[in-house]
């Protein structure tokens, strides 16, 4: 297994290990039931736009409840709020399987399996959320402002090293007797060790900014802040990470129903096949992640620039897909692409606004991340209509956000300097003698 990136500084090797697990471990459920569920669509008899559409209901509810849940870790604290969010997780694993099960053994027909689906799945969208801005908000709480973009890109590489273990993972708890519902079982197994681990080993945030601490003027309370969506320092980054997070999802909810009807195989046969292509894009993401920002010292203003120019090389490469080589190197392409983005808009975002209001953007990046999952049926129809036509749409998409990036003021803008382990260490004393810290 890779090594965890080192930690940012001024978080406690423990803690960063263990926020690093948390998302580590939903990461890998969320992509490896992506990986099967192709297979378990045509198995049980789903239509494939409707496959997709199982996501969509847990996303809207992903993106209405993080706002809520951020609040929540401002005024009950982060590790409350990640226990939350694993048992979410849990559950809604434990149900999907459940429902799964069922349906490969027609005790149901496919459109009540799909129904239970959603609703199994849905569990996962309205607590699971919980723990993806308590997350954020722990890490930007323990980590200066020049170290930003670092300490998001390694909280960022736990999602990238799920989306390699996840997809190797799930064909190997395939097991004989529960089949394709192993995979969920075996990912709530995981999620209850780590659930154990968060209220065992991880201290509560020493820095959490609560709703009687947020800044006054001269002694008058604060007004109350307007929904960061419509905040101007962070729409820009919002809108941007929305159309990146949408042609990301799109391309790995379709690259399974690609590869089968490519290579022409059942779908359990298809199913290594697939999981190939995806550890091969997630190996190119913790590249991006763990390697290039790090080595080049990449700011957010180069990261929104060049992760959608190569994420639209990649696509254009599986719109092409000569060979099954050619579209596992296009996928490689595109996640190298977006490993450079979706930092680059996390830690612009992060570093627009001050350090009270952490919690708060990070409750919209999961909502942009969590509501893009409903337009994944429709790039899963458009594949059915004309196979190579929403990865040209996604390349289209990311040649605009581009554009987007270099005339917007606020990206054009973004935080241009980039992070030295010196500026980091100045910053750390000086926020202590301060009593910052």
């Known amino acids: 297994m890779p090594r965890i990136a080192p930690p940012p500084d001024g978080l406690p090797k423990g803690s960063f290990a263990i926020i690093f697990s948390v998302s580590l471990v939903t990461a890998m459920g969320n992509t490896g039931m992506i990986s099967v569920l192709p297979a378990i669509g045509r198995s049980i008899g789903i239509p494939d736009p409707m496959v997709a559409a199982i996501f969509s209901l847990s996303a809207l509810l992903w993106a209405f409840s993080s706002p809520f849940w951020a609040r929540a870790s401002d005024k009950y604290g ?7 969010g694993l048992t979410g997780f849990m559950v809604s694993m434990i149900a999907c399987g459940l429902v799964v099960g069922a349906g490969l053994a027609h005790l149901a027909t496919p459109m009540v399996i799909f129904g239970l689906f959603l609703l199994a799945r849905a569990l996962f969208g309205l607590f699971g959320a919980a723990s993806n801005p308590a997350t954020q908000a722990y890490v930007a709480e323990h980590t200066p402002p020049e170290q930003r973009t670092q300490s998001m890109s390694a909280l960022a590489g736990a999602f990238g090293l799920g989306t390699v273990i996840g997809p190797f993972l799930a064909p190997v708890f395939v097991l004989p007797i529960i089949g394709l519902a192993g995979p969920m079982y075996g990912f709530a197994l995981l999620a209850g060790a780590m659930l154990f681990v968060v209220w065992k080993y991880l201290p509560e945030s020493q820095h959490m900014v609560r709703e009687d601490e947020a800044p006054k003027a001269d002694g008058v309370p604060a007004v109350k802040a307007r929904p960061m969506w419509r905040d101007p320092r962070v729409t820009p ?18 690259l399974g129903f690609l590869i089968i009807d490519k290579l022409k195989l059942s779908p359990m046969q298809a199913q290594g096949f697939i999981a190939i292509a995806m550890m091969f894009g997630a190996v190119a993401g913790l590249l991006a992640q763990w390697g290039i920002i790090r080595m080049f010292e ?67 990046i999961a909502a942009v991340n ?15 209509a004309i196979a190579p036509a929403p990865f ?28 030295t382990r010196a500026d980091a260490a100045k910053a750390t004393l000086e926020k202590r003698d301060e009593g910052g810290v």
């Not at 040649?399 to 992070?419: D, V």
């Open 298 to 364: 990449m700011t957010p203003r180069q990261l929104l620039r060049w992760g959608v120019a190569v994420a639209a090389l990649g696509n254009v490469i599986v719109a092409l897909q000569p060979t099954y080589a050619a579209v596992v190197a296009g996928y490689a392409i595109s996640s190298l692409g977006f490993g450079l983005a979706r930092p680059g808009f996390t830690a612009g975002s992060s570093l627009a606004v001050d350090m009270h209001e952490q919690a708060r953007v990070a409750g919209a």
């Open 237 to 254: 980054f919002l809108i941007y990470g929305f159309i990146v997070a949408v042609c990301q999802t799109a391309q790995a909810q379709t």
């Open 78 to 84: 982060r590790k409350p709020l990640m226990l939350i």
């Open 392 to 419: 040209v749409l996604s390349a289209l998409l990311m040649l605009a956000m581009l554009a987007y990036a270099f005339r917007n003021p606020q990206l054009r803008n973004a935080h241009p300097q980039p992070a």
């Open 370 to 384: 969590g509501v893009n999952v409903v337009l994944a049926p429709a790039f899963v129809w458009l594949y059915q």
